[in-house]
């Protein structure tokens, strides 16, 4: 329902930030993140940026594949494929 | 083989084996979000799962649960009122009872469209002659642009500038559909950027009643079967709880500060949704304190109607009970250049999707 | 519900499925004759000994300048390019404006200007034209038609019916990269964007083409409004094509804004792209004399011809396949 891209946060001027979207620059109100800073990675929906984005997100996203697998695996009794 | 495509492999095979201890049962998992559908048809996922495992689509289409009435409320402000509407793309050419935003806009409507609040504070302030009204629509993403625009209205004094709300919070719906006995949900793969402002937590009393997993994901396909990876796990272990494989874009509290937006100039009332008729408590209205900035007090507008065209089968698509596949007007009377229905409308309908993107 | 066209939609101007019915069903059954009938991006007229390439198009677009052009450059080379799509080498182009008054005169200076150097990148001359001002507000600064006559080559043709299952579609290069860079300049957007249009005249490319190739390409278009998902939908009579998401050519910087923006990036538009169906043999050939062209160094292979006529096709990352149908009109930046 909601379509948001991530960028990083490369000006930042009270609520009123410049975030770099795949080399576009987009201008962004980042009122709903108060505490974001210059070098943020956020994820943009309609002009406003809703949520920072950790720097280990892709990681963690690897991370939640793996537990889901070892969580799956222990369903079925054993280790193996 | 790309990383990605390693990934999709592991986990389809993954949700073949757990369905597998499921035999005998069919399974309705609901994707809440337009986005999904999208993602689902997009990829061909639909193509790829298990038999017993069925992927049928929710209410998260804001374009496709909004009233034709509604519609035709907007259509009226901007012929016979003179109001200067301003809306997402999504909207435009949505069908009212008896026209679109776009019919209304040939007719002499004046409609802009926009891709954020912000060009229609723009318009309101550069053409203070003007009678601004901003559509809007759409669940707890969508709401905080739109509540962050009539707070600036309101700092600036821009009397010319309103919104006209139609916006909706997602968990009444949700329980709504849980509730019914004809729909029968096994689990729900709940949209990541309603979770990103409401976070996980905001599904805990709805998953603890009902006791159906409830997994928030992102919209990348393998995000998705992630998604039901895990439902189909919570299924076999007996363990229905609410989790996010959204990594921790998605918080356990949400978005406080989105949330004390909404908050501060929103509160709920009942609403109409498309299709699926008035939930108690789902909608969204602005506060008695900026009543001077909603355009259904300014203009004093009663309720949207609602008149479903013959023949189509929307409602039952928006709640899951039948396929855009099972309506008769589908890909015949009603194709995306001719919509009947709001399914079809927007690019994120289910019949859009299934239109657009049906299996080759 | 069958809607009758009763006034014209903007949709109607898209590119999309809409203009293919007003088309069909408005303009060829009042205006056809066989030139028409043929719907090529240019009518093959049989003069003497040698065969006459004809077209002409209409320009409208908001900025008149855009980065990487202006309105000047986008009408001789969109002309040029219908010419080029047909094999045929531009001869001579007719220049028609309508001007809204009030147009600053350095604008004006600047879209002549550039309607001049691009005619001559493009060896071509304006030879006649016509000017008339209107009112303000009705027009947009400036719209301009241009016509243009080429001469075809000698024993070569090009069109939809020598597709066969097999050939392969080659393009020059990224894919809309003037829809999204028009789009970042457009009020109300807030995003600066350093993609720049491709606008450009193709002619000298695809006659590097045809020299190393001659008659195993088959097919030529160029796909400007409705982007590729238009014109491979239109190419789509006899054959059907298959596409790899994996391997479409896009700027990283064209993919961010489509997804920002809501847009498929096969439907936004491009001016400086040549779609060639080439017999599988001459396919190295092709990109070989491409990427010798300095509009044509990021030549690939777009996708492949097959049996399954009419149906655009292509494979997504995680080993489905969906349907590319022609879009609607041209697409809206969406939030959903």
């Known amino acids: 329902m909601c379509l948001a891209v991530a960028g990083k946060v490369i000006q930042l001027e009270e609520h009123n930030a410049v975030v770099a979207i795949e080399g576009n620059q987009v201008e962004v109100t980042a009122i709903l993140i108060p505490e974001v800073k210059v070098g943020d990675h956020v994820l943009v929906h309609a002009g406003f940026a809703i949520t920072i984005i950790s720097k280990d997100d892709h990681d963690a996203q690897c991370e939640l594949l793996r537990e889901a697998e070892a969580k799956a695996q222990a369903l079925f009794g054993d280790k193996g494929q | 083989m790309t990383t990605e495509q390693n990934e999709s492999q592991r986990l389809i095979a993954l949700i073949g084996k757990l369905s597998e201890k499921l035999p005998g049962r069919h399974m309705k998992v609901m994707e809440v979000c337009g986005t999904h559908t999208v993602t689902a048809q997009r990829s061909g996922l639909h193509s790829i799962l298990p038999e017993n495992l069925r992927l049928v689509s929710g209410p998260g289409c804001p374009v496709c649960v909004t009233p034709a009435g509604y519609i035709e409320q907007a259509v009226e402000l901007t012929l016979s009122r003179g109001a200067h509407i301003v809306t997402y793309g999504d909207m435009l050419r949505v069908p009212g009872l008896t026209m679109s935003l776009e019919d209304a806009r040939r007719q002499g409507g004046k409609i802009t469209v926009a891709y954020s609040v912000h060009a229609a504070l723009k318009l309101a302030r550069e053409n203070p002659q003007e009678k601004v009204v901003f559509l809007g629509i759409g669940f707890e993403t969508t709401t905080p642009p739109s509540a962050y625009a009539v707070k600036v209205a309101h700092e600036e004094a821009l009397t010319n500038f309103m919104v006209f709300s139609a916006h909706k919070i997602m968990i009444p719906a949700m329980e709504a559909l849980l509730a019914d006995p004809n729909l029968a949900i096994d689990g729900y793969l709940a949209p990541g950027h309603v979770s990103v402002i409401i976070g996980t937590d905001a599904y805990k009393a709805m998953t603890e009643r009902y006791r159906r997993p409830c997994v928030v994901a992102g919209f990348e396909a393998n995000q998705m079967l992630l998604g039901l990876v895990r439902i189909l796990s919570q299924i076999i272990s007996g363990s229905p709880a609410v989790e996010s494989v959204y990594a921790d874009r998605v918080k356990a509290q949400g978005n406080i500060a989105a949330q004390g937006l909404i908050d501060e100039i929103f509160t709920t009332a009942d609403s109409r949704w498309r299709g699926v008729g008035v939930i108690p408590g789902s909608g969204l209205v602005l506060r008695e304190a900026f009543s001077k900035y909603d355009a259904k007090q300014v203009f004093d507008l009663p309720d949207p109607q609602e008149k479903e065209p013959a023949g189509c089968l929307c409602a039952n698509v928006i709640k899951g009970i039948d396929l855009p596949t099972d309506c008769p007007l589908f890909g015949k009377a009603c194709t995306p250049n001719n919509p009947v229905g709001a399914c079809m409308v927007s690019r994120e309908g289910t019949c859009s999707a299934y239109f657009k993107y049906r299996k080759a | ?336």
């Open chain 3, 1 to 336: 519900m069958t809607e009758q066209i009763d006034t014209i939609k903007l949709a109607h101007g898209g590119g999309g499925s809409l203009m293919q019915e007003l088309i069909q069903k408005e303009i060829i059954p009042v205006l056809g004759g066989t030139g028409l009938n043929g719907l090529a991006d240019s009518a093959r007229l049989d003069v003497g000994a040698g065969a006459l390439a004809f077209t002409t198009d209409s320009f409208v677009v908001k900025p008149v300048i855009f980065p990487g052009g202006d309105i000047g450059r986008l009408a001789v080379a969109g002309t040029v390019n219908d010419l080029a799509a047909r094999g045929a080498k531009p001869l001579a182009l007719s220049l028609a404006m309508i001007i809204e008054e009030g147009l600053p005169m350095a604008t004006f200076r600047q879209i002549l200007a550039s309607v001049a150097s691009t005619a001559r990148e493009a060896g071509v001359e304006i030879v006649t034209g016509d000017t008339k001002v209107v009112e303000k507000g009705e027009a947009e600064g400036v719209f301009l038609t241009t016509s243009g006559i080429g001469q075809m080559r000698a024993g070569l043709d090009f069109g939809p019916e020598r597709i066969e299952p097999g050939d392969v579609v080659i393009v020059n290069g990224t894919l809309g990269d003037h829809g999204i860079a028009v789009m970042s300049v457009r009020e109300g957007l807030r995003f600066v964007s350093p993609v720049k249009s491709d606008v450009a005249p193709l002619a000298g490319m695809v006659d590097a083409v045809l020299d190393a190739c001659g008659d195993a390409v088959k097919c030529m278009t160029d796909p400007t409004r409705g982007g590729v998902a238009s014109n491979l939908n239109e190419m789509a009579q006899k054959v059907g094509y298959v596409l790899d998401e994996q391997t479409i050519p896009v700027r990283p910087e064209v993919r961010g804004a489509c997804e920002m923006l809501g847009l498929d990036v096969l439907t936004v538009a491009n001016e400086g792209k040549m779609l060639m169906v080439v017999a599988p043999e001459a396919v190295d050939k092709a990109i070989e004399a491409l990427k010798g062209h300095p509009l044509g160094r990021n030549a690939v292979v777009l996708g492949v011809a097959d049996g399954q006529a009419k149906r655009v096709r292509i494979k997504t990352s995680i080993g489905g396949e969906r349907i590319i149908d022609t879009p609607y009109g041209e697409e809206l930046p969406r939030i959903c």
